[in-house]
């Protein structure tokens, strides 16, 4: 059975976690699914794990929408939310719904998610939702802002403390069903995952959250670079370099075939 944004909220009630990855294509996104992955993000994310961008900015809504179609051809259960890359829905709530409705549309993503917590992104997570579209909020760190924000942790004075737990729940009013925490302290993440009715998804934001995401290709250790929060449970890089080199070895020694 699919996995519904109806499901994560009762999960959330049931106190069990909701465990979500990143995935940019067909293989990765049916070994996830297959693994039980609750929920499969389409990360603009991929505009560095597999288009070799410096940062998710240069991500197109044509892209999310072909690497969405292709990770929704390898799921059967998983919920999968494509992210609305950096100026595809931040002009106007006229934008906001043309993007999100192309990604409806023509994938089989079940949901979008966009990033930002300021008043005019409430109204258009209002609106988004009022038309149907399900939306997925993110907080704190937002890679979209990288130009003011870095990549430095979110929520370390009570100023900016105060302002993204108020964001949190002007979201969830607005009709967001799930929000990502990214980068914020393990208390404010905790307050925000007491207060909210809707499941908080946390990626370097401490262990309370109802649910944790990471970009899986950090997870598998095929990532040049990782950010602190990242935890490895595999080296794919060195098992993928160590193949290459022995069948590289084996023709030019005439070993295979
Ligand atoms: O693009 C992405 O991979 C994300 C997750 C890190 C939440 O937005
Ligand atoms: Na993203």
Redesign the pocket.
């Known amino acids: 059975m699919k996995v519904t944004i109806q499901n994560l909220q009762q999960w959330k009630g049931e106190k069990r976690p909701i465990v979500?990855l990143?995935a940019w294509d067909y293989a990765i996104a049916q070994l996830l699914d297959s693994a039980g992955v609750d929920l499969i993000?389409?990360?603009?994310?991929?505009?560095m794990?597999a288009l070799g961008h410096s940062s998710?900015l240069p991500v197109t809504l044509e892209e999310m929408i072909h690497h969405t179609k292709a990770v929704c051809r390898g799921v059967n259960r998983a919920l999968v939310v494509c992210?609305l890359p950096f100026l595809t829905y931040q002009r106007d709530v006229s934008q906001a719904i043309e993007s999100a409705g192309k990604i409806i549309k023509e994938t089989n993503a079940g949901a979008v998610?966009l990033?930002g917590g300021y008043p005019a992104m409430i109204n258009t997570v209002t609106r988004l939702t009022e038309v149907g579209i399900p939306v997925m909020a993110?907080v704190g760190l937002t890679?979209q802002s990288v130009r003011i924000l870095g990549y430095k942790k979110q929520g370390k004075t009570p100023e900016q403390q105060e302002k993204i737990f108020h964001q949190a729940i002007a979201l969830q009013e607005a009709g967001a069903f799930a929000i990502?925490l990214?980068h914020i302290t393990a208390d404010l993440a905790q307050k925000i995952t007491k207060e909210l009715t809707i499941p908080t998804?946390g990626?370097g934001a401490g262990n309370s959250c109802d649910g944790q995401?990471?970009?899986t290709s950090d997870l598998l250790g095929l990532s040049d670079k990782l950010p602190p929060f990242a935890k490895p449970y595999a080296n794919l890089r060195e098992t993928i370099l160590t193949s290459v080199n022995y069948f590289a070895e084996d023709v030019r020694n005439r070993r295979f075939p």
């Open positions: 979500s990143t993000l389409v990360g603009d994310s991929l505009g794990v998710t992210d998610k990033e993110h890679p990502v990214e998804i990626i995401v990471l970009v």
